[in-house]
């Protein structure tokens, strides 16, 4: 209704993945740079975690979007709570093939089997699994027993895990995953975008759906939209929705603070509040007639109760920020040490091929040196020759 009230060609805030709206932020940036240097390694585990709503999906479509297919054939499984065995026939039906029956062993030989076509055509295979975090162990350790599926030396299969931050506690921490912690060779976490981003976000996507201007937003409520949502996409999304349908109902072409008051009251009274603002609703739980002096034993008690979840809820997300650095720092210290070592090798290498290349200059001059001695022997052994031969013939004489 909105887009064509306000002319668009296009939905610009529609909830599923859409390459097409792309917008790279800074985390998302980052997590581009990670995935690079993870698929130019061709093996092994990337892993990308993040929020509900942070953007992992349309990340990886814009992937896809940018990757050459002749190279590389791509299968993706979206997963429910899957066993071991389960997973593998996901997998094959995912790379369209098609098993008879439920035989593990059968489905696991024709993935192979597919696998080494592939290589062998000069595809690499990647299998891309979202919503990582509702695989069971044995799903997750089926999976890195694919990653061991190789063609001589060139292993066959490449996986991107995708995750909520659960999936990402659960990688680090869980004592029968370690196999497959040391096969990652590169994870990113997506953060919210920041405060500065939302703006150019929101007209970004209002461009790509063809935005001429109309309708135009007061400044104040791209701040305002960032302390509603977060700064997380999805969020934002749904808001814009929201907002944008109520500008097109009143046929406003600005939209104010007061009309994203009025769209965020609506959602907190649905009960989307949760979803848009979880900040706004822990707020909500503490009224004013709640705020009472604390020399009231009673009252300050209640109020205590109402403040823990809220101060449980902000000290899991400072906790979790705090691994996500230190997970991030071990990764960059490890990414610098190999860096450290390919210089070295290089390095090694280099001094290696100028030594080499000294010693065979060397060895062409001590040639040319003993050829030269030897012609200025052979010179002066004809010169004595001639001198002792003429002074027989004057003697002679």
């Known amino acids: 209704m909105f887009d064509e009230f306000y002319g668009l060609e296009a939905r610009p805030f529609q909830l599923t993945p859409d390459p097409a709206f792309y917008f790279e932020s800074v985390t998302h940036r980052k997590a581009l740079s990670y995935l690079g240097y993870g698929l130019a390694q061709g093996e092994g585990f990337v892993v990308i975690t993040g929020e509900v709503g942070a953007g992992k999906s349309t990340l990886v479509a814009h992937l896809m979007a940018t990757i050459d297919p002749v190279g590389l054939t791509a299968a993706q499984v979206v997963t429910s709570a899957l066993d071991g065995e389960e997973i593998i026939h996901v997998v094959a039906r995912a790379f369209g093939l098609e098993v008879a029956g439920h035989d593990k062993a059968t489905a696991l030989g024709a993935i192979e089997h597919f696998f080494h076509e592939e290589a062998r055509c000069g595809r690499r295979c990647l299998l891309i699994v979202d919503e990582a975090q509702n695989l069971s162990i044995a799903a997750?350790?089926?999976?890195?027993?694919?990653?061991?599926?190789?063609?001589?030396?060139?292993p066959l299969l490449q996986t991107l895990l995708l995750g909520q931050p659960e999936f990402r506690a659960m990688l680090l921490d869980h004592p029968e995953l370690e196999q497959l912690r040391q096969r990652v060779i590169a994870t990113h976490h997506l953060e919210p975008m920041q405060m500065k981003e939302v703006q150019p976000y929101i007209e970004h996507r209002m461009k790509r759906a063809g935005w001429q201007g109309n309708p135009s937003f007061d400044p104040r409520v791209f701040a305002e939209i960032?302390?509603?949502?977060?700064?997380?996409?999805?969020?934002?999304?749904?808001?814009?929705?929201?907002l944008l349908l109520l500008g097109?109902?009143?046929?406003?072409a600005y939209i104010d603070g007061a009309m994203l008051d009025q769209v965020l009251?609506?959602?907190?009274?649905?009960?989307?509040?949760?979803i848009v603002s979880p900040q706004k609703q822990n707020a909500s739980l503490?009224?004013?007639?709640?705020?009472?002096?604390?020399?009231?034993g009673v009252a300050a008690g209640h109020s205590d109760q109402h403040d823990a979840p809220v101060a449980a809820v902000v000290l899991d997300a400072m906790l979790a920020e705090?691994?996500?650095?230190?997970?991030?720092?071990?990764?960059?210290?490890?990414?610098?040490?190999?860096a450290a070592d390919e210089r070295h090798e290089a390095r090694q290498a280099a001094y290696a091929g100028l030594v080499e290349d000294i010693s065979r200059q060397i060895a062409a001059l001590e040639?040319?040196?003993?050829?030269?001695?030897?012609?200025?022997?052979h010179a002066l052994t004809m010169i004595i020759e001639w001198i002792e031969s003429?002074?027989?013939?004057?003697?002679?004489?």
């Open 226 to 242: 960032y302390t509603a949502t977060g700064g997380i996409p999805r969020r934002i999304n749904q808001t814009l929705n929201r």
């Open 286 to 296: 503490r009224s004013p007639s709640t705020a009472v002096p604390e020399t009231d």
């Open 248 to 252: 097109a109902v009143e046929e406003r």
């Open 390 to 397: 003429d002074e027989a013939l004057r003697a002679a004489a």
């Open 367 to 377: 040639g040319q040196l003993s050829e030269q001695d030897r012609t200025v022997r």
């Open 140 to 154: 997750i350790e089926e999976l890195r027993m694919l990653s061991n599926f190789q063609l001589g030396a060139h």
């Open 265 to 274: 009251g609506e959602l907190n009274e649905d009960g989307s509040i949760a």
């Open 322 to 338: 705090r691994d996500a650095q230190i997970h991030e720092l071990q990764q960059a210290v490890i990414e610098l040490a190999n």
